[in-house]
């Protein structure tokens, strides 16, 4: 008797680590609710893992709610709508963690979302924490440089593609960084936003 117990909870325990140690789904899926309508981004976590991971923990901490899409590339052609700033500096502070690289597995097609990152002295993106872009074309050439997709936009892309475009690059980051939305509101009043960034479809 003594035996089966010893062994019953061994096996609760292995049970347990394994639950403990799977803080993220395989797949799962993000409802962006934006001022130009929904977005659905489809995340299967083995292709990124790292940036996956970083991503469920960030919309389940509500981080992406009220950021702006504050760089967005249309002209000469489609390229990228970025956001990942907070609206509010002290919540932008405590996130602005940098995670390890991942392989790229998906290509930087239309469609696909990446984090956005700096250039290494190697020559390859590194240094990600919250930033992630849309791609609105086949940018493949962002490969090679090190650019790893993690998810692909299910539904909404149409939407995605109506972001306001007019500003281009011209908010400057440090700038969001150190004042938030009120910055961006005064100055860019025509840009659009997350509302809110929700978890849904998980598969464990």
Same mark, same amino acid.
């Given at each position: ?32 609710? %934006? !001022?130009?309508?929904? $977005?659905?981004?489809?995340? *299967?976590?083995?292709?990124? @893992?790292? =940036?996956? /991971?970083? #991503? ?72 990600? %924490? !919250?930033?992630?872009? $849309?791609?609105?074309?086949? *940018?493949?050439?962002?490969? @090679?440089? =090190?650019? /790893?997709? #993690? ?54």
């Amino acid at each position: 008797m003594a035996i089966k117990f010893i062994c019953f909870v061994v096996l609760l325990f292995i049970c347990t680590a394994i639950v403990q140690s799977q803080t993220t789904p395989t797949s799962f899926s993000v409802l962006f609710n %934006t !001022t130009k309508g929904d $977005i659905v981004l489809q995340v *299967n976590t083995s292709n990124c @893992p790292i =940036g996956a /991971a970083h #991503f469920y923990e960030l919309v389940q901490d509500q981080y992406y709610n009220e950021n702006a899409f504050f760089r967005v590339i249309q002209t000469p052609k489609p390229f990228v709508a970025q956001w990942g700033i907070s609206g509010n500096p002290i919540i932008s502070e405590k996130f602005n963690v940098t995670i390890e690289d991942d392989p790229v597995v998906l290509s930087n097609i239309a469609g696909t979302v990446a984090y956005a990152a700096e250039m290494g002295s190697n020559g390859l993106a590194c240094c990600r %924490t !919250t930033q992630l872009y $849309i791609n609105f074309n086949n *940018n493949s050439f962002l490969d @090679p440089m =090190g650019f /790893a997709p #993690f998810g692909v936009i299910t539904s909404g892309f149409n939407n995605a593609m109506q972001i306001y475009s007019g500003y281009g690059q011209e908010p400057d980051q440090t700038l969001i960084y150190e004042d938030g939305n009120s910055y961006l509101e005064s100055n860019y009043p025509l840009l659009d936003y997350i509302i809110t960034a929700t978890i849904i479809n998980e598969q464990w």
